[in-house]
Each structure stands twice: as C-alpha cells, then as structure tokens.
C-alpha cells in the first residue's frame, strides 16, 4: 500500500477514508525526462508565488486531462530535490476512487507535471534546461515523462546519485 493512502473496500468498491492522502516528488532537479528535458532548482518559484498571490492552486488531474480533476494539492513547494506535493484524493469523484484502487494495487504510481515554458536554454549535452516554467497541474499518471516522479517517493538523492552515474557512464561510453 502507498504510504499515506487509505483505502477500504465495501462492497467491492474502493472507499477512500480520511487518510486518502497523497505526497512525492513530481519532479526532481537536475534529471533528464524521457523528452530530454531537466528542471533547474527555483524553476518554479516565481509560477507558485504568482498562484498564491491569486489565491490559485495547482490542479489535481487524472492523467493530464483537464476535464478530470480528481483531488487537490493542499501543499506544492520546491525543496533542495525537486518539486513535492501532498494532497488528497476526493472521496465523491468517481476517477479518484478508482486512481485510489489503482495506487493501492501498485498498478499506478506515476506523478507528472502540466506547465508552460517561461524560460529553457540547451546544454552542453542537448537538453533542454528549464529555467522558469509556469506551473498548471500535477497528475497521477501511468508512465510518467520523468519515470523517478512518484507518489510516495522519498528518495530522491539516492536516485539523483545512481543517474548521474549511468549519464557519466554514457558520456564515456560515446567518448570512449
């Protein structure tokens, strides 16, 4: 089971309790995604001022699809690793109970951001580097871009640590 996530079965539907809590890692600093894209410590900084000014939030979503919101983030914030959210599925939507089951079964665990680029510039090894981005949702997803952004995550040094090992293996390996 997902640290945080409580879920009860009656009847053989999923009934979220109040413990249906939800946190990790949506994204982590310094990674490359799937798209060959890495986020830069502060890059969202300036995105979850100008929400809190607003009195916005972040969007929970199913998927990336906005017309499936399933929850709320109650806390977003970027620490020294990387962007962590903590929030909680919505015991009447429907999609929410579901994503509940899926979490707890472990067939889902994905976390993945919806943003729009403020500011990105290419490195030395031809990622896109993002600077500033502004910030939409967070969703539970299948197959995250980033495949290390996942619910419950707490590892994120470690995990910073081992890819950094396989980039260098790489580099050396077309170099070499």
């Given at each position: 089971m997902t640290p945080g996530l409580e879920v009860k079965f009656a009847g053989g539907v999923p009934?979220?309790?109040?413990?249906?809590?939800?946190?990790?890692?949506?994204?982590?600093?310094?990674l490359t995604d799937q798209g060959g894209d890495a986020v830069l410590a502060g890059a969202f900084v300036n995105s979850l001022r100008k929400l809190s000014t607003k009195g916005d939030k972040v969007?929970?979503?199913?998927?990336?699809?906005p017309a499936r919101p399933i929850g709320v983030w109650d806390e977003v914030r970027e620490d020294?690793?990387?962007?962590?959210?903590?929030?909680?599925l919505l015991p009447d939507?429907?999609?929410a109970r579901e994503a509940a089951?899926?979490?707890?079964?472990?067939a889902i665990d994905g976390l993945s951001i919806g943003y729009r680029t403020i500011r990105a510039q290419r490195?030395?090894?031809?990622?896109?580097?993002?600077?500033e981005v502004e910030l939409w949702e967070v969703s539970l997803?299948?197959?995250p871009m980033l495949p290390e952004a996942k619910v419950g995550?707490?590892?994120?040094?470690?995990?910073?640590?081992?890819?950094?090992?396989?980039?260098?293996?790489t580099d050396a390996l077309r170099t070499g």
């Open positions: 009934t979220l309790t109040d413990g249906h809590v939800i946190e990790g890692y949506a994204s982590l600093f310094g969007r929970m979503l199913w998927q990336h699809d020294e690793k990387g962007l962590w959210v903590k929030g909680r939507v429907e999609q089951a899926l979490l707890t079964a472990g490195d030395e090894k031809g990622r896109r580097v993002l600077a997803v299948t197959f995550r707490k590892d994120a040094d470690d995990l910073r640590e081992i890819a950094n090992l396989f980039s260098a293996a």
